[in-house]
């Protein structure tokens, strides 16, 4: 990832891609303490476009206040920050990486309070978990790791150290030959994926956990606004790995994973093993939206000029 050319927004500036370095004694880097956001933008009609800019850009000042995190930067820089990563790339579409951590002023678990910095990185990046999945459904394990307790670490912060769990979820998944875990909560039910939430469809109905333990996702907002849009039946309540086994159909919901079709759980096949209609439909809708073909939805875009 270092060694590529282009430019990195780094504290106001931007740096050559490969001079975006940070020291050793990096607060952050010893102790997680930091807070991010992934955030895309497609090409569309008009040029490149952001999608849901400055939902993503809320979220990133709410995980700050959230972990008591001062942000030395406006929302308004932040945002101006996305679009000139684009136009400096020369980028058509992209993934976005901001990034706010505290420096090595001091270590020692209390935080250097005035040594914040923020970065946002962009580089292309294609389907998440694959081309194939997207089409045919993945398949998922439930994880022996259990999903932060909402008093551990702060599950609406979208927090470095959160990943932790994440990714002993997701490696533990991937090394068994799934494509990605689903952690349950501390009482048992489904939480989340390792980088996504999740929905089941049931009798014509969709299901989504509640989000006591999950990422407040901007995608699972975005799929619950299509579901309205479609007439269909939302329920948000505590959802069983069973009552997912026995599902009709499931997917997961992410700005990296987007709308991705979930075909078997722990060796069960859900419904009819791939991805279902009512999904497809959601894909497809999902897609229209971000790549700027459709017009009641233009106002998630923001256009890179
Ligand atoms: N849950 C977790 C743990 C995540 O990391 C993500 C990705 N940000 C999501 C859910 C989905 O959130 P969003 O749709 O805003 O990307």
């Not at 996504?196 to 907002?221: C, Q, W």
Request: aromatic share 10%; with cysteine.
């Amino acid at each position: 990832m270092a060694d590529r050319d282009g430019f990195i927004w780094y504290d106001g500036k931007l740096v050559d891609w490969r001079s975006a370095t940070t020291h050793v004694l990096t607060h952050t880097l010893h102790y997680g303490m930091g807070v991010f956001e992934g955030v895309r933008a497609y090409e569309t009609p008009k040029g490149p476009a952001i999608f849901r800019l400055q939902d993503h850009t809320d979220r990133l000042f709410r995980s700050a206040h959230i972990l008591g995190i001062n942000l030395p930067f406006s929302k308004e820089e932040i945002n101006a920050a996305h679009l000139s990563v684009v136009k400096e790339n020369g980028l058509k579409s992209c993934y976005f990486r901001p990034m706010a951590f505290y420096g090595s002023g001091k270590l020692g678990v209390a935080p250097p309070a005035n040594d914040v910095h923020v970065i946002v990185a962009a580089w292309p990046w294609g389907a998440y978990l694959g081309e194939e999945g997207m089409e045919k459904g993945i398949r998922v394990k439930t994880s022996s790791f259990t999903r932060h307790h909402v008093n551990i670490t702060m599950c609406k912060a979208k927090a470095n150290g959160n990943y932790m769990n994440s990714i002993l979820a997701n490696t533990e998944a991937t090394r068994d030959g799934y494509d990605e875990a689903l952690l349950l909560d501390v009482d048992g039910f489904v939480a989340e994926g390792s980088g996504e939430n999740v929905f089941i469809v049931r009798k014509g109905k969709l299901y989504t956990p509640d989000l006591t333990s999950a990422l407040e996702g901007i995608t699972r907002d975005t799929v619950v606004q299509i579901a309205k849009e479609m007439g269909l039946e939302l329920i948000e309540k505590r959802i069983t790995r069973d009552e997912v086994y026995s599902a009709d159909e499931a997917f997961f919901t992410g700005t990296a994973a987007e709308v991705t079709p979930i075909r078997e759980l722990d060796n069960r096949q859900i419904g009819e093993g791939r991805r279902g209609p009512i999904t497809t439909e959601i894909q497809r809708r999902y897609f229209a939206i971000v790549k700027g073909e459709s017009a009641e939805h233009e106002h998630w875009l923001t256009c890179v000029k």
